[in-house]
């Protein structure tokens, strides 16, 4: 059964910075494309970082320059740092991992940014 746990969530002042973590278990984690989406409130959930097995990344252009998404095969996990966090930047974050075959969801973190 796949699970996928985020933590790191919470509430930073504009300008901060936030370290998401997302621990995959039930799955070969090295087989799977790995993804982060947020969704702020009254809107669609929308792609902000993605990985892929061999670890090329691709990110949403609201975020280029700021975050960083990594992965660590060993730790089964997938990390979104962010930098220099804004209003627009609140919403809850959620851990994709997909491969031609699953696609799973976690249940999400919240990411709060107000001063």
């Known amino acids: 059964q796949v699970q996928l746990v985020e933590s790191g969530g919470g509430l930073v002042q504009p300008g901060g910075s936030l370290r998401l973590s997302c621990a995959a278990s039930g799955i070969r984690f090295s087989t799977y494309d790995m993804g982060w989406y947020r969704q702020a409130p009254g809107k669609e959930r929308e792609l902000v970082a993605t990985i892929t097995r061999s670890g090329s990344t691709a990110y949403a252009d609201s975020v280029k320059g700021r975050f960083t998404i990594s992965r660590d095969n060993a730790k089964s996990t997938v990390y979104l740092q962010m930098n220099s966090l804004n209003p627009e930047d609140m919403a809850v974050y959620y851990c994709?991992?997909?491969?031609?075959?699953?696609?799973?969801w976690g249940q999400g973190t919240q990411v709060t940014v107000s001063s």
């Open positions: 994709n991992a997909r491969n031609i075959f699953s696609n799973a």
